[in-house]
């Protein structure tokens, strides 16, 4: 890249990132046109909705809580979460800029994944996720993920309505070793009990669950 | 099913019983108990039947309505339950889990005289105690809808159990006696590296849209000291063979017991056989492992203890 493109981008952090006190570009920005020193727009990938992209297997990030992102952008910038198109990104992104689009994603909302319901979700993916395999020592996911699999706390991402290709990859990667940065090992230890045709199946039955409430119900 | 698919089943089940008892590998032996599930209980460990197996008609649906009580108590909250707890945070996999204190293991011990009430108690009986210290509420009436729900559901789990009988897996298996003296300290750090993530920094739980996804294990909305899991020795069984939750058996005992004394050292709701005078409730009603009237971190635990709402019923 040249000086004077360089300048260009760097003019145009400056103007985006204008609103902000500390000169940092807000959650908004930095996912429509990324924070102009390295982080590319996260909508590019995530969509505008942050509803992700599932032929590409970039996952649905709104609705995710925001010390979930947290964690795994300050993960993949530190190396504990191995993501190679992640890892420049999160480096790239202050602290506060981190808190601020995490902040961002949290909040929207997004049903994307409930229209690509193709076929009906197999028997055993409800089973797993509602009950678990016990003789296989594996809690069902909404014991830890909660009702619905919506999420809980900071540390149990919603996984309602997430794309089966993504669940499918990082179930793999947590049995393989190439993904650990769970708490206290906690889904590694699950998911080494996993077979493969359960995860494909839990991720099915996931992605078919709507990943909010509809406004009415309690 | 067909005689030679029967023969073909029991043949399975022979080979697979025989590779438990060859095996001295515990996967091994977890596989083939996992393979013996869609088989006849084996007499190494006993089955439930599965969720599939309740029978679609009136019977079956008072089953499911037991279960439905067993998983989502909270339903009962205000009426019979007076804190945050479900059955299932303490019975594992819906009470069905082996070394969880399994239901159908429960079921085909009562009757049973109870040192707690110097009684014969029934399951009815059994079940009202534990709306009254573990879920720090009130009894629900014996003949009542809960009880008769709760008691179908454990019979229909206990099908083909022997009735009296020793069974493998019942209550929580018990630890040998603490190597070192269960400790405050330690198991504050135990707490802090393997309990933390669900039960928060503080043992209040962790709550989603209102509701309790992991249990508060101690404060208002936890167990009473009158239940059974305020015992040290008794958590610490508990939390040994199911905790955390997807990784049973990874604490050693001595941190189990040291997180157990923990955990049981903080406030929560008073005993109901509470007259007004700890150290009297003390020495009526807690001749065991427990640290109820005892001073911890400059505290008497028992002293500020929460009141049980459902107290005027």
């Not at chain 1, 990324?34 to 995530?46: E, L, V």
């Not at chain 2, 989502?72 to 339903?75: A, D, G, H, M, S």
């Given at each position: 890249m040249g000086n004077s493109s360089k300048l260009r981008l760097l003019s145009l952090a400056i103007i985006l990132a204008l609103p902000t006190a500390a000169g940092a570009a807000t959650g908004k920005t930095i996912a429509a046109s990324?924070?102009?020193?390295?982080?590319?727009?996260?909508?590019?990938?995530?969509g505008a909705d942050g509803s992700g992209n599932a032929a590409a297997g970039y996952p649905r990030l709104?609705?995710?809580?925001q010390a979930y992102l947290v964690k795994q952008l300050h993960d993949f910038a530190d190396g504990r979460r191995n993501n190679a198109v992640m890892q420049p990104m999160a480096k790239a992104l202050s602290k506060q800029e981190i808190n601020s689009v995490a902040s961002y994603y949290s909040k929207l909302k997004s049903?994307?994944?409930?229209?690509?319901?193709e076929q009906a979700p197999p028997a055993l993916g409800k089973q797993l996720v509602l009950r678990g395999d016990w003789d296989k020592k594996i809690p069902a996911c909404?014991?830890?993920?909660?009702p619905g699999a919506r999420g809980a706390g900071s540390h149990f991402p919603a996984?309602?309505?997430?794309y089966a290709g993504y669940i499918e990859t990082q179930l793999e990667a947590w049995k393989s070793g190439?993904?650990?940065?769970?708490p206290d090992g906690l889904m590694k230890a699950v998911a080494e009990r996993l077979s493969s045709k359960q995860i494909k199946a839990a991720a099915a039955y996931l992605q078919s669950l709507p990943s909010h409430l509809p406004s009415h119900s309690k | 099913m067909s005689d030679s698919r029967h023969a073909r089943i029991t043949n399975a089940a022979t080979i697979l019983a025989a590779l438990v008892l060859i095996s001295t590998s515990v996967n091994a032996a977890e596989h083939a108990a996992t393979q013996a599930s869609t088989t006849p209980a084996s007499n190494s460990a006993f089955h439930p039947p599965s969720?599939?197996?309740?029978?679609?008609?009136a019977f079956g649906k008072m089953v499911k309505r037991g279960e439905d009580l067993f998983v989502?108590?909270?339903?009962l909250r205000g009426k019979y339950v007076g804190?945050?707890?479900?059955?299932?945070?303490?019975?594992?996999d819906r009470g069905r889990l082996?070394?969880?204190?399994p239901m159908w293991a429960a079921w085909v011990h009562y009757p049973a005289y109870r040192g707690k009430n110097h009684m014969v108690n029934t399951m009815a009986e059994r079940i009202q105690g534990c709306f009254r210290y573990s879920e720090n509420g009130a009894p629900p009436p014996a003949n009542g809808d809960v009880i008769k729900a709760l008691e179908t559901y454990f019979y229909w789990l206990a099908k083909g159990a022997p009735v009296g009988a020793k069974m493998k897996g019942r209550g929580y298996p018990k630890l040998s006696k603490a190597a070192e003296k269960p400790d405050f300290a330690r198991g504050k750090q135990v707490f802090k590296a393997?309990?933390?993530?669900?039960?928060?920094d503080n043992g209040h739980g962790t709550k989603q849209h209102g509701k309790y996804v992991f249990p508060p294990?101690?404060?208002?909305?936890s167990y009473n000291w009158?239940?059974?899991?305020?015992r040290v020795n008794t958590a610490a069984a508990f939390i040994h063979a199911n905790m955390p939750l997807g990784k049973p058996?990874?604490?050693s005992e001595q941190q189990a017991w040291d997180v157990a004394a923990y955990v049981n050292s903080h406030e929560r709701?008073?005993?109901?056989?509470?007259?007004?005078?700890v150290a009297q409730t003390k020495a009526k009603y807690?001749?065991?492992?427990?640290?109820?009237g005892n001073r911890v971190d400059g505290v008497t635990l028992g002293r500020k203890s929460y009141p049980n709402p459902l107290a005027h019923r």
């Open positions: 990324g924070n102009g020193r390295g982080a590319a727009p996260c909508s590019s990938c995530h709104a609705g995710l809580s049903n994307s994944a409930d229209k690509s319901k909404v014991q830890c993920h909660g996984l309602a309505g997430q190439q993904r650990s940065n769970d | 969720e599939q197996e309740i029978p679609n008609n989502n108590t909270q339903q804190n945050g707890l479900n059955c299932a945070n303490c019975h594992i082996a070394n969880s204190a393997h309990c933390a993530i669900c039960h928060g294990l101690w404060g208002k909305d009158g239940a059974g899991m305020h058996n990874s604490l709701p008073q005993d109901p056989r509470f007259k007004g005078n807690h001749k065991h492992d427990c640290r109820y």
